[in-house]
């Protein structure tokens, strides 16, 4: 027997709730897109676009009829269950607004779903489709969105690059029809979508620079994208960028000693312990950020640092010997990594 809430949505009821309701609203695309481009405007986030638009009957019908595998509908009330009705992209020169921009959001809107399809794609080991998607509710307090309050919509927040592929990409990949994807082209794509993420990372970088800001904005969570250019400002230019990669691992280093904003960095990276380390370590090559920051890492937490993070990376069966023999070295100098660094105060 078909259960009843498994039944297809009445679609004459369903296309005339949704035709009334776009003609009653002819001006919310631009009102959404305006009061979320004034919003990002005040709290000075640079940025590229704030584009918006409506969802069409078609696309919004095709969505209402999705089923799982099971047969039961993904959408069982498309009207409330499908929030991107009204749909908002951002798109901001470099990673490093994306935090600020998501803030802004987070803080004038009350949010339903905070998706970070970059980190999704991350864990499931690819390349590819980058952006953050929140979807928010208008809450009753917002003066220029006033007629609209408790409309639910969707905010995409993405680099121009990742726009830039994400579109191609759609327009190729998905517009095809029944006709397969040539394997070479989908190669190329992931080819491409790791030469965008490096770009990213230079912008990033020279965004840091450019800006002539001894401190980037430090209450922000680290993520990795960001992490080469806020480095860049802390360290100097005396430790050469790592692979793209490898920031997602020290994400994941940084995160196991409750390091989770940049002020917080800031304080690991002060210069002085830095000089204390260089001359403790005595490298043999010019290490690179994310060596540099993982000794930094060693010479505050020690034992600690082995402890929580010894069986990451690549070669998680021989990190613990490494990292042991690391820190001998720097007890040989007349070091006492761990004891008085441990507590991690923010300077």
Known sequence: MSNPKDAPPVLPELSERYH???????????????????????????????????????SFLAKAQLRREDGSLVYPDPWENIHDRVGVRVTVYHSTEIPRAIAVLRHSFRVIKDVDKTEETRISGGFGYGSHHLVVEVPSNTPDLGAYTGLCFEVQVRTVLQH??????????YKRGEQEL?????????????????ADQQFDQIATIRSGVDNPAEDVDIQAETLPGVLAVYLGN??????????RWLEQLLRAHGITQVKQLRSLTDRAEVRTLLHAMTYRFR????????????????????ERTGNT???????????????????????????????????
Request: charged share 30%; no cysteine.
């Open 20 to 58: 009334r309701w776009v003609a009653e609203h002819p001006r919310i695309a631009h009102d959404v897109a305006a009061d979320v481009e004034d919003l990002l405007v005040d709290a000075g986030v640079t940025f590229d676009a704030v584009t918006a638009r409506v969802k069409t009957w078609p």
């Open 164 to 173: 830039a592929w994400a579109e191609f990409e759609h327009d190729i990949r």
């Open 182 to 198: 040539d394997p070479q082209v989908d190669r190329a794509f992931t080819l491409a979508a790791g030469l965008i993420e490096l």
């Open 238 to 247: 005396d430790f050469p960028l790592s692979r793209v990669e490898h920031y």
């Open 287 to 306: 290490p690179s950020q994310v060596r540099i920051v993982d000794d930094l890492l060693l010479l505050r937490y020690g034992e600690s640092h082995v």
């Open 313 to 347: 990376g690549k070669r998680p069966d021989q990190r613990p010997e490494r990292l042991r023999r690391r820190l001998e070295q720097l007890r040989a100098a007349g070091l006492s990594p761990g004891e008085s660094r441990a507590d991690g105060e923010v300077g």
